[in-house]
């Protein structure tokens, strides 16, 4: 009897894992089914959980999600879009949970294994894609693009097959998931491996984005300065002070960053109106997904978004000041817990910096990017203390 409880806990296991795979290929598909996925997954680890979290960032999480239902009912919007979107933030914030609390009672040698490869598929997939969008445009903008709309005109929906088809959503996406794809080794064995950095930043180039670029930048840029002994840091000090010019011209594009045409130029007067025009936010915010109305009446001009290209200000501005504390202390406990329960505190602050970095110019903050970079960053934490201290001879 024994013998045959441990069989069926073991093939529950099995497929927990399978599940987790799963939703993370899920989220690629065109056919959107990924909800179905997660809470199927879902419901896999809560079987597969015996002990539920009770941490400060769940409390954070469900005071936030409960606000945003509330604000959601009050207003009750009859728009499609807003109704996709409640439902999203409940299914994304409940497959979060439940990977968390099932991730952490338990031991992820396994799954770590089989989340590379899944990675490995997912990138080599979005390779192709990338690939069949340039080719469709006859390989015209492999040196990069010259302005967002040239970089947005590769998209093109009859050449869609796999992850998205939107410039800066599907680059954001390689961006988190590149990063894990890069910290796996790192958590595994200690080391650095180069064609994994050299591969996702090829990616990220040629998804014609600059987010995931600099993203990936900043998070790789952080991690080797921290993996690096004192005379790499010299020679790393150097290298990047002389590639800033180059890289401010043909990754940022500085001379067109103001531009009315321009994605950051978009961004920043999106967030000139937001502070210009705080006074007419309500400190209760002013609705489930209030910022295409807000930015229709105050900004210079709209090109039809449904947020204000910023997390935390679109918080403040749907759901006002619980919304942006309840948000930001989940986030910030969730880190913390993670450094608390596994170590390293300093993996789990590196960590957090593509992910905030892109936060900070896309996002609304329910959205599936987020909570599946989340639970992987648990997976790869949950693998032991790194110890993020320069290293000699780890590399690969």
Known sequence: MMQV???????????????????????????????????VAAVFFACDTKVWLRHHWVVS???????????????????????????????????????????????????????????????????????????????????????????????????????????????ARIALLGFIFVLLPVVRRQSLVWWRIVAVFALAWLSLSRTPVVALLLGT????????????????????????????????????????????????????????????????????????????????????EPHIHNTFMSCYLDFGIVGIVSYVLFLCYYFLFGAQKWGGRWFWWLASIPLVAIMMILYSGYDNDIVLYLALVSLLGSAGPVPMKPWKGRAA
């Open 61 to 171: 999480l469900a005071v936030f999600t409960g606000y945003a239902t509330v604000v959601f009912l009050m207003g009750l919007p009859s728009e499609q879009r807003a109704l996709t979107n409640f439902l999203k933030l409940l299914v994304n914030f409940t497959f979060l949970y439940a990977t968390s609390a099932w991730l952490a009672q338990r031991h992820n040698g396994r799954l770590l294994d089989r989340v590379d490869i899944t990675l490995q598929v997912v990138l080599a997939l979005s390779l192709l894609q990338l690939l069949v969008y340039h080719q469709a445009t006859g390989f015209r903008w492999l040196a990069g693009a010259a302005s967002s709309a040239q970089g947005s005109a590769l998209y093109q929906s009859g050449t869609y097959f796999w992850g998205l088809d939107d410039k800066n959503m599907f680059g």
């Open 221 to 304: 840029g952080c991690l080797v300065w921290l993996v690096a002994t004192t005379r790499w840091r010299v020679a790393i000090g150097v290298l990047v002070a002389l590639a800033l010019p180059l890289v401010a011209r043909y990754v940022i594009r500085v001379e067109n960053i103001t531009a009315s045409n321009d994605g950051m130029g978009v961004r920043l007067t999106y967030w000139k109106a937001f502070f210009e025009h705080f006074s007419n936010i309500s400190p209760w915010g002013n609705g489930f997904m209030s910022g295409g109305d807000f930015l229709s009446r105050y900004a210079a001009f709209y090109h039809g």
């Open 5 to 39: 409880f441990r069989n069926i806990t073991a093939h529950r296991s099995t497929w927990c894992e399978v599940w987790f795979c799963l939703a993370l290929l899920a989220v690629f598909l065109p056919i959107k089914i990924y909800p179905l996925v997660f809470l």
